[in-house]
């Protein structure tokens, strides 16, 4: 008897402490790989990133994904944004070395990137990234800070935070990552022809942020400051859009 107590006593521990570890390693991979290259942008060390921290990210996503999340919205929310970025990292690890995240086929290879396969499952539901961010996310939030949250593994991309997305911290960390890709150099650009250059961000999901020139002008001065300030005074007029899909590795 005292040897199948000393047993079950043994199992409960190691279950509590998986379940404590589990709670860290995601943050603990993010704090050992993204690298905070300036104001706004970071970087991941991809080929830093050993065997055991791979498939230390996959156990993490795959408790989650078996989970589900949780009922507190904001709770949902920053769940949501964690497991899109953790599969991001996943996926490309498992491609890497890679140049793009486009250059990553599945199949006949005819679709550019990952965005519509089934990466993971969540509570038993095959889901797509496109499923988490636009199926989940823009669909049950009304929230356009979301797209600063997301990572698509890119240069172009706003930046991966060092730090998962928390309930406590998510209006902070939201507004964080707005300002600071909004004034990073990346969304806003004026070119040698003086020309206003924004993120195809503001153009694949113009209506998040009001469907037009002026509305989304109007929105980015909300957060704009300095040299990006400067270069919307009295712009009424978007004359393009530009994306760097280049990986956003550490170099």
Not at 30 to 36: A, C, G, I, M, P
Not at 44 to 72: C, F, H, M, N
């Amino acid at each position: 008897m005292r040897f199948f107590a000393n047993l079950f006593s043994a199992l409960i521990l190691l279950v509590a402490t998986s379940a404590d570890a589990g709670e860290e390693t995601y943050s603990r991979f993010l704090d050992t790989f993204v690298v905070e290259q300036g104001p706004g942008v970071t970087s991941v060390r991809y080929g830093e990133v050993t065997d055991k921290d791979r498939d230390a990210l996959k156990a993490w996503i795959e408790s989650q994904a078996v989970a589900g999340p949780p009922e507190d919205r904001d709770a949902a929310f920053a769940w949501w944004v964690n497991l899109y970025n953790a599969v991001t990292l996943d996926v490309v690890l498992d491609n890497y070395p890679v140049d793009s995240i486009r250059d990553i086929r599945f199949g006949f290879g005819l679709r550019p990137g990952p965005w519509r396969e089934d990466l993971v499952a969540v509570n038993g539901e095959a889901m797509s990234l496109d499923d988490i961010e636009h199926g989940t996310l823009r669909e049950e939030w009304d929230e356009p800070r979301v797209h600063f949250a997301v990572n698509c593994a890119s240069i172009g991309c706003p930046a991966l935070l060092p730090e998962p997305f928390a309930a406590e911290t998510l209006e902070t960390q939201l507004d964080t990552a707005t300002r600071a890709f909004v004034n990073s150099g990346r969304a806003v650009q004026v070119d040698e022809g003086g020309d206003l250059i924004l993120s195809s961000i503001f153009q694949w999901y113009g209506e998040d942020f009001g469907d037009n020139d002026r509305a989304i002008l109007d929105w980015l001065r909300f957060y704009a400051e300095g040299d990006t300030a400067a270069m919307l005074d009295g712009r009424r007029k978007i004359d393009g859009y530009a994306y760097d899909w280049s990986l956003n590795e550490a170099e």
